[in-house]
C-alpha cells in the first residue's frame, strides 16, 4: 500500500542548501543576472503550470500560473525606459502580452495559449542570453564597465520568491 511520502531528513538539508544557494546567488547577482533569474523562473514556474494541467494536478497548476504570472508582472514593473524609450515600450508590450496568454491558459485551462507563453518566455530567455554574452565580451575588451551586485538599500524592499 502505498502512501504519502515523507521528507527524510536528508531532503529538507538537500531543499536548504538550494535554498541558501539560490539566496547567495540573487544576493551577488547583477541587475542583468537577477532578470535572467527571473526568467528562469518564469520558464519554470510555467512548465509546472504545464505538468499539472497534463497530469490534472490543480496544486501545481495553481502554483505554477501564480508564480509565472507574479514573475512576468515583476518583470514588467522593472523596465527602466530612460536609456531608450522605443525599446522599453516593446518589451513591455511583449511582457504584458505572455501576461495575458498565461491569464487566458489559466482561466479556460487552455494547453495552446500556455504553450505559446512558454515559447514567448524561452525566446525572451534565449535573447537575454545573447545579451549577457555580448555584455561579458564587451566588458573584457573594456568597451563597458564591469558590473556590480545590487547594495543593500537595493535589497531592502520586497522581493519576489522564485523558489518551486
Known amino acids: 500500500m502505498a502512501g504519502p511520502i515523507a521528507l527524510s531528513m536528508n531532503d529538507t538539508n538537500t531543499s536548504s542548501t538550494a535554498n541558501a544557494y539560490l539566496k547567495t546567488k540573487v544576493m551577488t547577482a547583477s541587475p542583468e543576472e537577477l532578470r535572467m533569474l527571473l526568467l528562469d523562473?518564469?520558464?519554470r514556474f510555467a512548465n509546472m503550470a504545464k505538468f499539472g494541467m497534463e497530469n490534472k494536478d490543480?496544486?501545481?497548476i495553481y502554483e505554477g500560473f501564480k508564480q509565472a504570472r507574479a514573475i512576468i508582472l515583476e518583470l514588467t514593473d522593472t523596465i527602466d525606459p530612460r536609456h531608450d524609450p522605443v525599446l522599453a515600450?516593446?518589451?513591455?508590450?511583449?511582457?504584458?502580452?505572455?501576461?495575458?496568454e498565461l491569464a487566458k491558459a489559466s482561466l479556460n485551462k487552455d494547453m495552446s495559449k500556455l504553450d505559446k507563453?512558454?515559447?514567448m518566455i524561452e525566446y525572451e530567455r534565449e535573447t537575454w542570453m545573447q545579451?549577457?554574452?555580448?555584455?561579458a565580451a564587451d566588458r573584457k575588451a573594456g568597451l563597458?564597465?564591469?558590473?556590480t551586485a545590487p547594495g543593500a538599500s537595493q535589497l531592502e524592499k520586497p522581493s519576489l520568491s522564485i523558489q518551486a
Do not use: M, T, W
Request: aromatic share 10%; net charge negative; proline share 3%.
Open 117 to 119: 507563453a512558454i515559447e
Open 58 to 60: 490543480h496544486e501545481k
Open 144 to 147: 563597458v564597465p564591469a558590473a
Open 41 to 43: 523562473g518564469a520558464l
Open 131 to 135: 545579451l549577457l554574452e555580448q555584455l
Open 89 to 100: 515600450r516593446s518589451v513591455r508590450d511583449l511582457y504584458v502580452f505572455i501576461y495575458g
